[in-house]
């Protein structure tokens, strides 16, 4: 069963800083581009970074560059986003998911995937 698991989402407050993890099950991450994508209430789900499988390269959405890496390692099979420098309007549901075949800039800007975590909740509020 392909499974993914987001985890490290929680309350922080302006300027601080979280990690989020993906960690893949029935399946080998390394194979596949995979994103994080966030939604808050009421809007629509946008890409936030995306990592390709074959020469580790990335997207950013506009309003988080320089403030967030996303990186992988294959080895645990788990995809990471660090993010610095959190603002309010970071705050939303982060998920990961992982796609068959697409670029990373298409992946992010349509928002679009195959297989999705159920999300983890981002507040950054003081």
């Known amino acids: 069963q392909l499974q993914l698991v987001e985890s490290g989402g929680g309350l922080v407050q302006p300027g601080g800083s979280l990690r989020l993890s993906c960690a893949a099950s029935g399946f080998t991450l390394d194979y596949y581009p995979i994103g994080w994508f966030r939604q808050a209430p009421g809007k629509e789900r946008e890409g936030v970074s995306c990592?390709?499988?074959?020469?580790?390269?990335?997207y950013y959405a506009n309003s988080v560059k320089g403030r967030f890496t996303i990186s992988r390692d294959n080895a645990k099979n788990t995809v990471y986003l660090q993010m610095n420098s959190l603002k309010p309007e970071d705050t939303a549901v982060y998920y990961c998911a992982a796609a068959h075949t697409t670029t990373v800039q298409a992946m992010c800007v349509s928002a679009s995937g195959d297989y999705w975590g159920q999300g983890t909740q981002v507040t950054v509020s003081s």
């Open positions: 990592i390709a499988s074959s020469d580790g390269s990335t």
